[in-house]
């Protein structure tokens, strides 16, 4: 009777204790975030909402459908993540004017290199909502993407006149283009944040071509072009062929200059 009522009592407390795991695991408080909220400011003093601009969330590799919100009048926006969202805890956003770059930006995000995108990490966050920022000042702050930017472009002895300088936007293709004037300098005017490839000719000269060169606040950029070695005669250069014309006219020279001695001497001896 009594190793009975020990073995129901050991499979009681062995279920009990079962139960209270279970019981545990399911009361955690950790949940998924669904919604981000947040503020988006422009830079200023006070800073001003940045109502109307869109704002775009994605995954870190960009091949899901964003997810769009509009700014409103008073600079705040949600995100309402689908189901293809909620198990992710690290996300891009960006903005659809590119012309807009982030400032300062609250915890949890940071700036993308080379990009006007930004990264949101929220690795163990709890609870359904989160919030960027508690005001126009701590949330994400934008100023204008884009700058007037002077080029110079020279030779290696003087600026280059007519030179036409050519800047293809990597993200989007959108090309600008320009000709130097006698100074040498071209100023863009307005010209967006971003990635260019720069190409550069000239007249005489070897083109000039720079990938991948930022621009999100410069407001100079020099370009530095060699002079071409035209061919002439059998491949040669001009250097090449002025040298050689200069050994062919000492050659004449000491040729005239020996038929006049012999000469001369030849007069003596008459």
């Known amino acids: 009777m009594h190793r009975k009522l020990f073995a129901f009592v050991f499979v009681a407390a062995l279920l009990s204790?079962?139960?209270?795991?279970?019981?545990?695991?399911?009361?955690?408080?950790a949940t998924s975030v669904t919604t981000?909220?947040?503020?988006v400011g422009m830079a200023g003093s006070p800073n001003t909402p940045a109502k109307g601009i869109e704002?775009?969330?994605?995954?870190?590799?960009?091949?899901?459908?964003?997810?769009?919100a509009i700014v409103d009048d008073e600079g705040k926006f949600t995100f309402t993540l689908t189901s293809e969202y909620t198990s992710l805890d690290t996300f891009n956003i960006y903005f659809t004017d590119i012309d807009y770059i982030a400032q300062s930006m609250p915890e949890r995000i940071s700036a993308i290199s080379g990009t006007n995108h930004l990264r949101l990490d929220l690795e163990g966050v709890t609870g359904t909502t989160y919030q960027l920022g508690s005001d126009l000042y701590h949330g994400i702050v934008l100023i204008l993407g884009h700058e007037d930017v002077e080029f110079t472009v020279k030779g290696t002895d003087r600026f280059l006149r007519n030179a036409m300088i050519t800047l293809e936007d990597k993200d989007s293709s959108q090309e600008f283009s320009g000709e130097t004037q006698s100074d040498g300098k071209y100023t863009f005017t307005n010209l967006p944040y971003g990635i260019y490839r720069i190409k550069v000719s000239c007249n005489g000269y070897q083109s000039v071509t720079e990938d991948n060169v930022t621009f999100n606040g410069q407001t100079t950029h020099s370009?530095?072009?060699?002079?071409?070695?035209?061919?002439?005669?059998?491949?040669?250069?001009?250097?090449?062929?002025?040298m050689m014309l200069g050994v062919a006219v000492g050659l004449i020279l000491v040729l005239i200059s020996y038929?006049?001695?012999?000469?001369?001497?030849?007069?003596?001896?008459?």
């Open 223 to 242: 370009v530095t072009m060699v002079e071409k070695e035209i061919p002439t005669f059998y491949g040669m250069t001009t250097y090449h062929a002025l």
């Open 17 to 29: 204790s079962t139960v209270v795991i279970f019981a545990d695991s399911d009361s955690s408080d």
């Open 55 to 68: 704002i775009n969330l994605n995954n870190t590799a960009e091949s899901l459908e964003p997810i769009k």
């Open 259 to 270: 038929i006049m001695v012999r000469r001369n001497s030849k007069g003596i001896e008459d």
């Open 36 to 39: 981000i909220t947040g503020y």
